[in-house]
């Protein structure tokens, strides 16, 4: 492989790891309002305000045992994991995209639905900010991609009409409107291919794994739909080309 390359993808996941430690961060501090910018990171039991070596992403802590330095209170497992997640994310989209601002925009699509994800499944509800952002990074990727401008438009209706029907006329008992929102953003992000293919793999994800849940777990009826469409729109984002064309092949 080549040694700039490796060397890409080792800066690729450094970002990650970094940028995982700020969606910690907003996984915690948007459901409560709080900001997410000026507001100095500190532990939540103490107050204790963390230095720079106590906000090394997975190091630190490991190196605290999981604990925080002034009064030892746990810290919850999320941060690394939240971290690491989001680093293997950045080299995985940097291996299967390549070196290109596509990849730049998807890993930064793929925190984003990190964020949501938690968030929608611990309250229900998809922050509408988190929707605006995906929504700046389509008009992005459309602009760059602008000879295929009209594949993007139809994306943004494609799945948000008929999902916005759907929950008009059940009064937002099967859907939710950040869902609609979601699919709208993405869809003018990845564009109505990859966006139906991206509905179709969160909608069979969400039965199958909300079934196991409630038969092993006894998790509730109700589900939040959120992480498993955005698991649909990651998979699409960097795999949906490949799957359309294995389809359209096998069909034909």
């Excluded at 990190?114 to 988190?130: A, C, K, M, N, Q």
């Amino acid at each position: 492989m080549d040694p700039l390359y490796i060397l890409i993808l080792i800066i690729a996941l450094l970002y990650g790891l970094v940028i995982g430690s700020f969606l910690n961060v907003c996984i915690y501090r948007i459901p409560e309002g709080k900001t997410v910018v000026t507001e100095r990171s500190h532990c939540m039991k103490c107050g204790y305000q963390l230095s720079w070596y106590d906000m090394i992403p997975v190091v630190s802590w490991l190196a605290l045992r999981g604990r925080c330095r002034k009064c030892k209170a746990r810290i919850s497992a999320q941060y690394p994991l939240i971290e690491a997640a989001n680093g293997i994310l950045y080299v995985a989209v940097f291996l299967v995209c390549g070196v290109t601002w596509t990849s730049v925009i998807y890993c930064l699509l793929g925190s984003a639905l990190i964020v949501l994800s938690v968030i929608d499944f611990r309250t229900y509800e998809i922050p509408f900010g988190i929707n605006v952002f995906i929504l700046v990074l389509g008009l992005i990727h459309m602009v760059l991609d602008i000879h295929n401008w009209s594949d993007y438009v139809i994306g943004l209706l494609a799945v948000s009409v008929p999902l916005g029907i759907i929950l008009l006329v059940s009064k937002g008992r099967a859907i939710g409107g950040g869902d609609v929102k979601l699919m709208a953003a993405a869809g003018l992000l990845l564009g109505w291919e990859k966006i139906l293919l991206a509905l179709i793999i969160g909608c069979i994800a969400g039965s199958v794994i909300h079934i196991i849940r409630m038969k092993v777990a006894g998790a509730d009826r109700v589900l939040a739909m959120g992480p498993y469409l955005a698991l649909g729109i990651l998979l699409s984002a960097l795999w949906g080309g490949p799957l359309i064309s294995w389809y359209l092949t096998a069909m034909l």
